[in-house]
T-cell receptor
Framework: NAGVMQNPRHLVRRRGQEARLRCSPM?????VYWYRQLPEEGLKFMVY????????ESGMPKERFSAEFPKEGPSILRIQQVVRGDSAAYFC?????????????FGSGTQLSVL | GNSVTQMEGPVTLSEEAFLTINCTYT??????LFWYVQYPGEGLQLLLK?????DKGSNKGFEATYRKETTSFHLEKGSVQVSDSAVYFC?????????????FGKGTLLTVNP
């Protein structure tokens, strides 16, 4: 049973470009969570999605960031017109139910570098 | 708001040495406290947890005690192994908060040499 898969592992973008980060949850998991770790900081919650629905986006920046989890395919975190301050590690987690964080399974992260 | 402060890394130890990684927190109410571990090339995984004051979480030889009076949750292991080399994250969940809204520390890189 494959774990949570994130790709790419490393992504380099120039300022103004778009970044698309992918997360394939564990098989059978319908809940996906995105976290961001800025340099010298801890991971912070960004958004929680269920299939085709955004459940909680209270941690998402108001502009340029969006997330989706379509019926088919991976969850996508999209950052438009990236700026240097978007450079961070982005982690995805999945679960088969939302009520117990012991059952959160994390991916190994995507390191985004904005030049 | 909530915050978690971990000791600065990296920490380098010899095999069989005693490990302490300090963690203190700021939170309203009565949070639950966690330690996560990230082995090289893998995702974070839950190592141990404590949900109320004076609880001790333990797993794989690691222990941490929830100290409300000092707002701390220090991670300890009596004898580390090379296989314990990883990044360790302290985290909290606000009491009554959503289970996925964890607040993490910056992480502490531990390297254990043979």
């Amino acid at each position: 049973n494959a774990g949570v898969m994130q790709n790419p592992r490393h992504l380099v973008r120039r300022r103004g470009q778009e970044a698309r980060l992918r997360c394939s949850p564990m098989k059978g998991h319908s809940h996906v969570y995105w976290y961001r770790q800025l340099p010298e900081e801890g991971l912070k919650f960004m958004v929680y999605l269920q299939k085709e629905n955004i459940i909680d986006e209270s941690g998402m920046p108001k502009e340029r960031f969006s997330a989706e989890f379509p019926k088919e395919g991976p969850s996508i975190l999209r950052i438009q017109q990236v700026v240097r301050g978007d450079s961070a590690a982005y982690f995805c987690a999945s679960s088969d139910r939302p009520q117990d964080n012991e059952k959160l399974f994390f991916g190994s992260g995507t390191q985004l570098s904005v030049l | 708001g909530n915050s978690v402060t971990q000791m600065e890394g990296p920490v380098t130890l010899s095999e069989e040495a005693f490990l302490t990684i300090n963690c203190t927190y700021t939170a309203t109410g009565y949070p639950s406290l966690f330690w996560y571990v990230q082995y090289p090339g893998e995702g974070l995984q839950l190592l141990l947890k404590a949900t109320k004051a004076d609880d001790k979480g333990s797993n794989k030889g690691f222990e941490a005690t929830y100290r409300k009076e000092t707002t701390s949750f220090h991670l300890e292991k009596g004898s580390v192994q090379v296989s314990d080399s990883a990044v360790y994250f302290c985290a909290l969940r606000e009491g009554g908060g959503s289970n996925y809204k964890l607040t993490f520390g910056k992480g502490t890189l531990l390297t254990v040499n043979p």
